[in-house]
């Protein structure tokens, strides 16, 4: 019994020890807190951030991390649940005590953590496309991709270029598509884009040759245009080569991956759209500022995974660099500091562009960072 | 103007045919358990899963169409075997509740065998459209339908012309009076889930050039085809095939001719009222209770 005792205390001694040398450690290391939807149905999107993350903070340690601090991960997946990223954002703030949160795969989950970090105080680079996470703009939220409103942009400003007004819409009535297809509403009518036939579909349905049929048979369609991702445009493709539809064909950012062009098959040919510069990295023009950066992360991030690079994990590359770059500019992880240095990024070079944040516009993205895309035997080309 | 109606109902044979094909799988373990199986859905997942990614790793599709149905069913069983048979004296909901247990689990293994991406498989009689009366068709909606023509022809012989197939009724009938005749009832629910596995595989390989395949595809599949199934009367063949069909122009209709925002409601408010009014579906056999 009194052996016990002292193996009691002793432990407890071993524990405290562990504790205070935990606690000295925290203290030198630079904490990023992470929550992503690694499973789930965005997974394929929370994945390669994931993978992203910790390739790139493993390589920042092994450089020597950030002015001789170690920069430590901490992860929770949300499973694509707002709720439960809600619960992990105050989690990360609470009991982990990060000093930034980059994170947030969807919109959902991005909007819902960000109702705990505002309160908080803790600076918040979002991976998410949705406009609402900064507009109206928030102290310390931020997002590194571009938005759904800015892919509608870009795509009606090419169909003004070539002098198509009339056109007809099909969108995933849900989540990605949906969001895309108001914000296309909200626009349209500043490039004088009249949206004379409007169609949805669910993310799931096996065939929508019955929306393409209608729109077929409208009247003065001069272009159509689909927003959604996952197998649902693939499955419009298809069925728009089906019916013999020839007008001229866009779709969203929510394609930009080969996996799309794989799905589809040769239905693909001649679809355009807006496209960050990392999936055409190599046929950017050789003075394009983005260059060096997209065929570097594009390389590496091949060469790690055997995989082809998404857009996505460009999102979360971006992020990272964006964080540690103004921890860096401030000297410390003050978090107030740190905010107004993200805030005060210009001229970052990233996956997804050229970043210049400003106290009005926290996401920094210009239309440039959206290349016009086409798909010709089986590849990208850039148009535009 | 009749060019468009057989355009919808092209596009509602195809989907149609697909959630027939769903809810068939359905009907037998139904038929021989009263249980309703919500792996199902993940038996088709699988078939179209695993036969993507041999088909991908450069095995022939016929090949590797065999063996994807081969894996299948061995997951049948052994869900059979380790999931539902130490629960065979609980209650039938329990038996359900293990059911919608194991689809997640087998979501969920199928995410860390093979991946989360889509996948694909080439169209068996290739990608040219058929053109009918102005309309368009995909040969690979005629092997689907196909496909469900000879399930339920092969399904009818083997349920009323074969003994085996007999026993399996029996025991649905009563599986008590079964055992006792000599039928060994153990033996009818594996057979069963093997069934209705190697139904769900060969369902996953036809749609999948049509709708594609991930980790998640059970589930639409699975809720469509039980709409289909229950509409049509649970336990019955014929009953999900004209099911799923009618979902599936339904479906199709409403989306041309009224609004595709509404097209999903409208499939389901006709599954309410048909159920209204026979709620044991279109062919369902009216239950008979003991006294």
């Avoid at chain 1, 690694?38 to 999107?45: D, H, I, K």
């Avoid at chain 1, 920042?60 to 707002?82: C, I, M, S």
């Avoid at chain 1, 980059?102 to 803790?122: F, H, N, Q």
């Avoid at chain 2, 859905?41 to 078939?47: A, D, K, R, V």
């Amino acid at each position: 019994m009194r052996s016990l005792a002292k193996w009691g205390v002793a432990a407890c001694a071993v524990v405290a020890a562990g504790v205070f040398a935990g606690a000295a450690q925290a203290a030198d290391t630079i904490k990023i807190g992470t929550f992503l939807s690694v499973t789930g149905p965005a997974s394929f999107l929370g994945e390669p951030e994931k993978k992203t993350l910790e390739m790139y903070v493993e390589r920042l340690n092994k450089d020597g991390g950030v002015k001789g601090r170690k920069v430590e991960l901490v992860h929770y997946d949300d499973g694509g649940a707002p709720d439960k990223a809600a619960t992990f954002a105050k989690r990360l703030i609470q009991n982990d005590n990060v000093d930034i949160i980059i994170g947030g795969t969807t919109t959902g989950t991005s909007m819902a953590a960000i109702k705990v970090v505002e309160p908080a105080g803790v600076p918040f680079i979002s991976l998410a496309g949705g406009i609402d996470i900064v507009d109206p703009v928030k102290k310390w939220v931020f997002k590194t991709p571009h938005t759904d409103r800015m892919a509608a942009e870009k795509v009606f400003l090419d169909m003004k270029k070539r002098g198509l007004t009339k056109i007809a819409m099909i969108s995933e009535d849900a989540g990605f598509g949906k969001s895309g297809h108001d914000q296309s509403l909200k626009v349209a009518g500043i490039y004088g884009i009249q949206i004379v036939a409007d169609e949805v579909y669910s993310p799931k349905d096996p065939d929508v040759t019955a929306q393409l049929t209608k729109i077929k048979n409208a009247a003065g369609v001069q272009a159509v245009f689909n927003f959604g991702f996952g197998q649902g445009p693939a499955i419009v493709t298809k069925n728009y080569k089906q019916l013999g539809m020839s007008l001229p064909f866009y779709q969203s950012h929510g394609v930009a991956s080969k996996d799309f062009i794989k799905l589809a098959g040769e239905a693909s040919e001649g679809i355009r759209l807006p496209a960050a510069g990392l999936v055409v990295a190599d046929q950017l023009a050789a003075t394009d500022p983005q260059k060096p950066v997209v065929t570097a992360f594009k390389k590496e991030y091949e060469a790690a995974f055997k995989s082809d690079v998404s857009t996505f994990a460009g999102h979360a590359y971006d992020g990272l660099q964006i964080a540690l770059a103004a921890i860096l500019r401030a000297g410390s992880t003050d978090k107030e500091k740190v905010r107004s240095e993200i805030e005060k990024t210009s001229g970052y070079v990233g996956t997804g562009g050229l970043v210049s944040m400003s106290p009005e516009d926290h996401m920094g993205l210009s239309l440039s960072a959206f290349r016009m895309v086409e798909v010709r035997k089986g590849d990208w080309v850039l148009v535009d | 103007m009749f060019a468009e109606l057989l355009q919808y109902l092209f596009a509602g044979l195809t989907s149609g045919a697909i959630y027939a094909l769903a809810g068939l799988g359905f009907a037998i373990i139904y038929n021989s358990s009263h249980v309703i199986n919500f792996a199902q859905g993940e038996f088709i997942m699988i078939g179209g899963m695993s036969t993507a990614m041999m088909v991908a790793a450069g095995v022939p599709l016929p090949v590797a169409s065999l063996l994807a149905v081969l894996v299948t069913m061995l997951v049948g069983v052994a869900l059979e075997k380790f999931a539902i048979e130490p629960a065979r004296n609980a209650d039938v909901t329990t038996i359900i509740i293990i059911t919608i247990g194991a689809s997640i689990f087998l979501r969920g293994l199928a995410q860390i065998v093979w991946d989360k991406e889509f996948h694909s498989l080439p169209a068996f009689s290739g990608e040219t459209p058929l053109n009918v009366g102005g309309a368009t068709l995909m040969p690979q909606s005629i092997w689907v339908v196909g496909v469900a023509v000879v399930v339920i022809v092969a399904l009818w012989w083997f349920f009323n012309r074969t003994l085996f197939g007999k026993a399996m009724l029996a025991t649905s009938f009563n599986r008590l009076a079964a055992q006792l005749m000599g039928i060994g009832v153990k033996k009818v629910l594996m057979v069963s889930f093997a069934l209705s596995a190697l139904l769900g595989a060969v369902g996953g390989i036809v749609v999948t050039p049509i709708t594609f395949t991930n980790y998640e595809a059970g589930i639409m599949l699975g809720l469509k085809g039980f709409s289909a199934a229950v509409l049509g009367g649970l336990g019955n063949g014929m009953g999900a095939i004209v099911g799923g069909l009618a979902v599936g122009i339904a479906e199709a209709l409403a989306s041309g001719y009224l609004s595709s925002a509404y097209k999903d409601a409208v499939a389901f408010v006709i599954i309410l009222f048909v159920l209204f009014f026979l709620p044991n579906g279109l062919f369902g056999k009216k239950g008979t209770d003991r006294v």
